[in-house]
C-alpha cells in the first residue's frame, strides 16, 4: 500500500481511500463533505429567508474548491482583506470581490485598474475608505490605470479603540465628499465589522453589536440625505462576522433608506463552522426551520507517547492546529488494535509545542502509543493556512476529493 505525504503529492491515487487504512501520514487536517455541504445550505436558506445577500470572507479557506460552492449555492460574492487574497479569488473565477480594507497603495491601486479593464466589466471590486487621504492615494492609482469605470467604494465606520474605520459622522462625511468628487471613484454604501466588538452572545456584548449596527444603519440615511448616493442604483450595507450575522441581517434589513438597499454579510466561518469558539449559541442554532450549523473539519494525529500516568503526547503542534481561539478539543480515537473503529474518549489537549500535543489523560487510561486521535478545532481561520492540500470525506472516513488552498 501506499505511504501518503502531507503534500499528498498524487491526489488522484488517494481518492477513495479511508483514513482509518494507516496510509496517511499524520498529522492530518480532514474535511467532512456533508457538514460542509449542510453548512452552505443552511446559509443560503438563511439569507434567502432574510432577504440578504452573501458574500463569504475567502480567507478562511482560501480554497477554490469550497468558494466555487459558495458562489454556486447563491453568494453574492466573496470578501477579501488583501490584494493577494483578491489576486486569487480572480483566479478562482469569482466575478464579484468585496475588498473589506482599504486600498492605500497607489501601486496596488494602478493593478486593480488594469486588471478591471482587462476583464471588460465581467469582473466587479469594491473596497473601502476611511480617509480623505486614502481617497487620493486610490484614486492617483486607479487613474494612472486608465481605467474607464469607476470603482465602487464603501466608507467604512469604525468603533473606539478598534481598527481602521471612521470614527464620526463628521469625519465619515469628509471622507464620502471626497469620495463622491473623484472622477476614479463612486460611493455605493457604507461597511463596518461588529465582531471587533466581542467574540461571545452574551447579552452585554449583543446590546454593544447592536448599537453599532444602528450607528451604521444612521450614517447611510445621513449620506443618502445628503446625496451622496445619488450615482447608484442601489445602497449597500455591509457587515456581519461569523458569530453575529443574525443581528446583522436584523438590524441592517431594517434600515429603512430611501433608496433600493442591499444588505450584504461577509460570514466566512460558518462555511465549516467549528468546535464551539463562539462563547455561547452561535447564529441559526435554534432558529426554526434551521438544524444548525456543524463542525466540519478534524485534525487526526497518532499517539506518539504515554510517558507518565495521566499523559500522553500526541503528534500535532502549532505548526497543525489552530491555537489563537481556544485548544483542538478531543473527539474520539481509533485504537491501534482496532483500525475499522472509532471510539469516544474523555480527554484534553494542555498544551502545544510546535510539533507536539501534550494530553490530559486521566480519564482516559485506555489511549494507547499508535492510537489515532481525532480533534475538533477552534476558528477555522487560522486551521486552513497551514494546510495546502486538505482530504475532504465521507460519513466513512473515505477520500473523495483533495482541496488545495491559496494562502
Not at 167 to 189: Q, Y
Not at 340 to 361: E, F, K, M, R, W
Not at 381 to 387: G, L, M, P
Request: hydrophobic share 45%.
Amino acid at each position: 500500500m501506499k505511504f501518503v505525504f502531507r503534500d499528498i503529492d498524487d491526489s488522484g491515487s488517494v481518492i477513495g481511500t479511508s483514513l482509518l487504512d494507516g496510509a496517511f501520514e499524520f498529522p492530518r487536517l480532514v474535511l467532512k463533505r456533508s457538514a460542509l455541504e449542510h453548512n452552505i445550505t443552511a446559509m443560503a436558506k438563511f439569507c434567502t429567508v432574510h432577504d440578504v445577500s452573501l458574500a463569504p470572507h475567502a480567507k478562511t479557506t482560501m480554497a477554490p474548491a469550497i468558494l466555487r460552492r459558495q458562489i454556486e449555492s447563491g453568494a453574492w460574492g466573496m470578501t477579501v482583506a488583501t490584494m493577494q487574497q483578491l489576486r486569487a479569488c480572480v483566479a478562482s473565477g469569482v466575478a464579484r470581490v468585496l475588498v473589506a480594507n482599504e486600498i492605500v497603495n497607489p501601486r496596488a491601486a494602478e493593478w486593480l485598474g488594469r486588471t478591471l479593464s482587462t476583464y471588460d466589466g465581467a469582473l466587479e471590486v469594491l473596497c473601502l475608505v476611511d480617509s480623505p487621504t486614502g481617497v487620493a492615494r486610490l484614486s492617483a492609482g486607479l487613474e494612472a490605470s486608465g481605467l474607464a469605470r469607476p470603482l465602487p467604494v464603501l466608507v467604512e465606520l469604525g468603533s473606539a479603540g478598534g481598527r481602521a474605520g471612521v470614527r464620526s459622522t463628521d469625519d465619515a462625511l469628509a471622507v464620502a465628499r471626497a469620495a463622491a468628487a473623484s472622477s476614479a471613484l463612486v460611493l455605493v454604501g457604507v461597511e463596518g465589522f461588529e465582531g471587533i466588538l466581542g467574540s461571545t452572545t452574551s447579552a452585554d456584548n449583543l446590546v454593544k453589536v447592536e448599537r453599532y449596527l444602528g450607528q451604521l444603519a444612521a450614517l447611510a440615511r445621513r449620506l443618502e440625505d445628503e446625496g451622496l448616493f445619488a450615482d447608484v442604483n442601489e445602497v449597500i450595507l455591509s457587515a456581519g462576522g461569523s458569530t453575529y450575522f443574525d443581528r446583522v441581517a436584523a438590524v441592517l434589513g431594517a434600515a429603512d433608506l430611501r433608496s433600493p438597499t442591499r444588505v450584504v454579510l461577509r460570514s466566512g466561518c460558518y462555511v465549516t463552522h467549528d468546535h464551539s469558539s463562539y462563547g455561547g449559541p452561535a447564529p441559526l442554532t435554534g432558529e426554526p426551520g434551521y438544524s444548525g450549523l456543524i463542525p466540519a473539519l478534524e485534525l487526526w494525529s497518532e499517539i506518539l507517547s504515554t510517558p507518565e500516568p495521566g499523559r500522553a503526547i500526541a503528534g500535532f503542534g502549532r505548526r497543525d492546529a489552530p491555537f489563537d481561539c481556544g485548544l483542538p478539543v478531543v473527539l474520539s480515537r481509533v485504537p491501534a488494535g482496532e483500525p475499522g473503529c472509532t471510539l469516544p474518549i474523555v480527554a484534553s489537549v494542555t498544551g502545544l509545542n510546535d510539533q507536539h500535543a501534550y494530553l490530559d489523560t486521566t480519564a482516559a487510561p485506555e489511549l494507547e502509543v499508535g492510537d489515532r486521535l481525532i480533534c475538533g478545532i477552534l476558528h477555522p481561520c487560522t486551521a486552513f493556512d497551514k494546510w495546502r492540500k486538505v482530504p475532504m470525506v465521507d460519513d466513512h472516513h473515505r477520500v473523495v476529493e483533495i482541496v488545495e488552498t491559496f494562502f
